[in-house]
């Protein structure tokens, strides 16, 4: 099985604030990376596939970029609504897996 | 964009069988390719169960170590989900999902449904 694992596990922010969390696979998925956004008693909505490709509706301020093994997701200008839980996902091979999740909350 | 809804029990007994249906509104069952389960234990993380074509060929977690099966229901437009032999651990929110056909992306999802396993 591929193992992801997200760092940092846990992250405080101010709104306006840039950040990133890192994704990395335990071994080559080239761009089979996702990420999704989960709020408490949410489902999970999909924010980026494809390493960097935004999902419709998703604004701008989320990008996301890597290849390989090693993977961002960048949040520019942190908004109210972004505080939440961040899961990378792997569509590169079976069993899919998750990474262990970010959660960012108010500094 | 098509919508989906889980519904089940609620509560299951310690070594019965977990029995979930993903209702489809707003599309085919057969126009997507694949239809996912995930699911979540309480203040955990996400895990791939399986997924369903809408043949009905499967392929499933096998840390499940083969408790689980799923099915489709054309006539029905709904996903059915049955894991057996059911503990505490198997306690957790379920949901289903669509997978991208290109990039293994898991699209929409539904709002979940829990389960708690007690006696």
């Known amino acids: 099985d591929i193992q992801m694992t997200q760092s940092p596990s846990s992250l405080s922010a101010s709104l306006g604030d840039r950040v990133t969390i890192t994704c990395r696979a335990s071994?080559?998925?080239?761009?089979?990376l996702h990420w999704y956004q989960q709020k408490p008693g949410k489902a999970p909505k999909l924010l980026i596939y494809?390493?960097?490709s935004l999902q419709s509706g998703v604004p701008s301020r989320f990008s996301g970029s890597g290849s390989g093994t090693d993977f961002t997701l960048t949040i520019t200008s942190l908004q109210p609504e972004d505080f939440a839980t961040y899961y990378c996902?792997?569509?590169?091979?079976?069993?899919?897996?998750f990474g262990q999740g970010t959660k960012l909350d108010m500094k | 964009q098509v919508q989906l809804q889980e519904s089940g029990p609620g509560l299951v007994k310690p070594s019965g069988t977990l029995s979930l249906t993903c209702a489809v509104s707003?599309?085919?069952?057969?126009?997507?390719?694949?239809w996912i389960w995930v699911r979540q234990p309480p203040g955990k993380g996400l895990e791939w169960i399986g997924e369903?074509?809408?043949?009905?060929?499967?392929t499933l977690n096998p840390s499940l170590k083969g408790r689980v099966s799923m099915s489709v229901d054309k006539s029905k437009n709904e996903l059915s989900l049955r894991l057996n032999s059911v503990t505490a651990a198997d306690t957790a929110v379920y949901y289903c999902?669509?997978?991208?056909?290109?990039?293994?992306?898991?699209?929409?999802w539904g709002q979940g449904s829990p389960v708690i396993v007690s006696s």
């Open positions: 999902a669509t997978l991208g056909a290109i990039d293994y992306q898991f699209d929409s």
């Open positions: 494809a390493a960097s």
């Open positions: 071994q080559s998925i080239r761009t089979y």
């Open positions: 707003g599309g085919s069952i057969s126009n997507n390719n694949w």
């Open positions: 996902q792997q569509g590169f091979s079976l069993p899919r897996t």
């Open positions: 369903v074509y809408h043949t009905g060929t499967t």
